[in-house]
């Protein structure tokens, strides 16, 4: 986070000084700043130095339900409480810049309301700070496991965590730490009422002398020096709000021929609705001053801001929600940061330079205060049909953009690098690692997005081609296993628009794909009914390859539950599907799984049976290393009847069947259990021969 945050008393001396002349035409070019000055930081806060020292007290007081002074064994949790507009989220920047090498660990940052004004939700909170921490979450884990996952990796360091705006108290209590080395500093607009402990910091407005001192950095000092009267006017006005006053300054600054005595009768003409609550009244004359005074295009951008997935606003949303070229949005949003209308993310340079490929640029965000201030001009000068073409753009763009970063995975002179290399240069990625970082940082843009496109409903196949592209670089790029987590959000989503749209071999694909993560975190009964939901769809459509995934994971799923025979009955359905399609690789496959569940469930002579009907099978089909694992299957069936020769005898001729098939590993394994099953059986000294054999065949894989 750069030092320069829209919404505080945190001041930037002199931003916008040396400006171009007003554009007092909405048709004409929009206001430039100096870029210097623009992306100054502040030495000091104005009217805020008492708040940041009680902070800073509170972080080392004894709590109030520890005995003789000892620490607690929860995190502390600072509040800074104000309406927005007060400067709370700067003053908790500050607070933590000040503090930051007392928490080695670095600092979380989440912003509990989402760019819709709506709470985000306990469980995309913790995702989001668990894949800041580098820390996997079971996939499709719920809030409370979650939750639990986040307080246990913040357990064992010394961080600091940021909740900007939050809702209430029941979406930060979950999320506190029993760590007394971390830090919780919370904005919000009421108190937290059912936490413990809460050390809170009201804000209310500047005095008036701070108040000037805000806007005399952001106007520059000249002509507050000459008309401090009418400085201190506007001051008491904005009801010592700091945004007003930025938002103000700002506009002041880029029109050098105007007095403060204009400003503040620019801001006493703006028009005020009748039902107006009084201390709203500063944040909109200074906001709808400053729109006021916009180029038609540049309105334009400001009002779609709103739709920027997770409130990230880079060059490549702008142009597409504005129907404008990436180097005219990237100035445009480059001169809104110089307004007080968009802050910067990530440490943004505002060098004013567009991005030179798809990984690079600056990202900004609409301040929380502006955010229902923006919505609603939206909605007033938007009609629905170009909100959804400008959502439409920007969801395409979204998707070239992804495809591209999944390319630049794909070996050079494959289809997918050639095709990615017909783009214009900044839809494409440089280098592999320019495209996973890409990934990294938007990912939660990115499902954002991809829920944006399914919620809205009428966006043609726009939303399954964004979320397949996704799914597709998060494999890519990250692997089965650390994607599992953002897949089962994404396989979710392709639910919900195969259920809304009645599609019932996507709704099958998606059961099957939710069942498969379900299954592999364990919760195998959940599993069960969307392996049930994922055969009925797939039946209804007679889609033969969906109905045999069902009906195996059914008896994967009854496997795990030790259930065998009626795992046994559902590979048995499996095979009869496999054996009509003539599919004789899978029904041999199905014969040894058939087998196993038999043994496990006793039918010693019938498992026995489907065992060499396996191997049959396969050694019909060429397969040896599937007839050695048939034999191996039947070994172990031989093996629970107590037939301990007969199991040797089994597990000796897979081995040479493995040898033959030159599957080393699956040697080494056999091998092994053959002297496990030798010391059963009193023969010590073969069994150290055949175990010797399995650490040579091990040695000899290769890497």
């Not at 400006?19 to 806060?45: M, V």
């Not at 106007?219 to 930025?246: F, H, K, N």
């Not at 000796?652 to 098939?661: N, P, Q, T």
Request: proline share 6%; hydrophobic share 45%; aromatic share 2%.
């Amino acid at each position: 986070m750069t030092d320069q945050v829209v919404g505080g008393g945190h001041l930037a001396p002199g931003a916008a000084r040396g400006a171009g002349a007003a554009a007092r035409d909405r048709r004409g070019a929009l206001p430039r700043q100096d870029a210097a000055t623009a992306r100054a930081g502040l030495p000091g806060f104005a009217g805020r130095r008492h708040e940041l020292k009680a902070l800073r007290a509170d972080i080392g007081r004894a709590g109030l339900d520890t005995l003789t002074g000892r620490r607690g064994a929860r995190s502390r949790v600072l509040l800074i409480a104000g309406r927005p507009g007060s400067g709370r989220t700067t003053l908790a920047e500050a607070l933590l810049r000040e503090v930051a090498d007392d928490y080695p660990d670095g600092v979380l940052r989440a912003h509990l309301t989402g760019r819709d004004g709506a709470p985000v939700g306990l469980a995309r909170t913790a995702r989001d700070l668990l894949a800041a921490l580098g820390t996997g979450a079971p996939a499709g884990a719920d809030e409370d496991e979650l939750a639990e996952a986040v307080r246990t990796a913040l357990a064992g360091r010394r961080a600091a965590l940021l909740l900007d705006d939050a809702p209430g108290a029941e979406h930060v209590e979950p999320l506190i730490p029993d760590a007394p080395d971390c830090l919780v500093v919370v904005v919000a607009q009421g108190p937290l009422t059912g936490i413990p402990d809460v050390r809170p910091c009201a804000l209310g407005g500047l005095d008036t002398a701070s108040a000037v001192e805000v806007l005399c950095h952001y106007a520059g000092p000249t002509r507050v020096t000459v008309d401090p009267r009418t400085a201190e006017a506007v001051a008491e006005e904005s009801g010592g709000q700091p945004a007003a006053l930025i938002l103000a300054g700002a506009w002041l600054a880029a029109r050098p021929k105007l007095s403060v005595a204009d400003l503040r009768q620019a801001l006493l003409a703006v028009p005020l609705p009748p039902d107006l609550p009084a201390g709203a009244r500063p944040l909109h004359r200074a906001f709808h001053l400053t729109y006021g005074s916009l180029p038609q295009p540049a309105a334009r951008i400001l009002r779609f801001a709103t739709l920027a997935p997770d409130g990230l606003v880079d060059a490549h949303t702008a142009a597409a929600l504005g129907g404008c070229t990436m180097p005219a949005a990237a100035a445009v949003l480059h001169d809104f940061v110089a307004l007080g209308l968009l802050r910067p993310v990530d440490g943004t340079d505002l060098t004013g330079a567009g991005p030179v490929d798809a990984g690079a640029g600056p990202r900004y965000r609409l301040p929380g205060c502006l955010a229902p201030l923006t919505r609603a001009l939206l909605h007033e000068h938007e009609r629905p049909a170009d909100v959804q073409l400008a959502r439409a753009r920007m969801l395409e763009r979204t998707v070239r953009l992804v495809r591209s970063c999944w390319a630049a995975t794909e070996p050079d002179g494959s289809p997918a690098r050639r095709k990615a290399a017909e783009l214009p240069r900044p839809l494409r990625f440089a280098t592999r690692a320019a495209a996973a970082h890409w990934l990294r940082t938007r990912r939660g843009a990115l499902l954002d997005a991809a829920a944006m496109a399914v919620a809205d409903g009428q966006l043609d196949t726009l939303d399954r081609r964004l979320i397949a592209a996704l799914t597709r670089a998060l494999l890519a790029h990250h692997g089965p296993e650390a994607a599992a987590p953002d897949l089962y959000v994404l396989h979710e989503l392709v639910l919900r628009v195969a259920e809304r749209r009645t599609m019932p071999r996507e709704r099958a694909a998606a059961l099957l794909n939710l069942g498969d993560l379900d299954a592999r975190a364990g919760r195998t009964e959940q599993a069960l009914g969307r392996y049930r939901g994922a055969l009925e769809s797939a039946r209804s459509v007679k889609d033969p390859v969906a109905t045999g995934r069902a009906l195996e994971s059914l008896g994967d799923s009854y496997a795990e539950l030790d259930d065998w025979v009626r795992a046994a009955d559902w590979y048995g359905r499996a095979l009869e599907l496999r054996l009509a399609r003539g599919e004789r690789s899978d029904a041999a496959r199905l014969y040894a799984r058939i087998g196993g569940a038999h043994g496990r469930a006793g039918r010693y002579e019938q498992a026995l049976k489907d065992c060499r009907a396996a191997a049959r099978t396969f050694r019909r089909l060429g397969d040896r290393a599937g007839q050695a694992r048939a034999e191996e299957v039947a070994a172990g069936v031989h093996e629970r009847a107590g037939q301990l020769d007969a199991a040797l005898g089994s597990r000796l001729e897979a081995v040479d069947l493995a040898r033959a098939a030159a599957d080393g590993e699956l040697e080494a394994d056999l091998q092994l259990r053959i002297a496990e099953l030798l010391d059963r059986l009193g023969d010590p000294e073969a069994a150290r021969l055949h175990r010797a054999a399995g650490e040579r065949c091990r040695k000899e894989i290769p890497e």
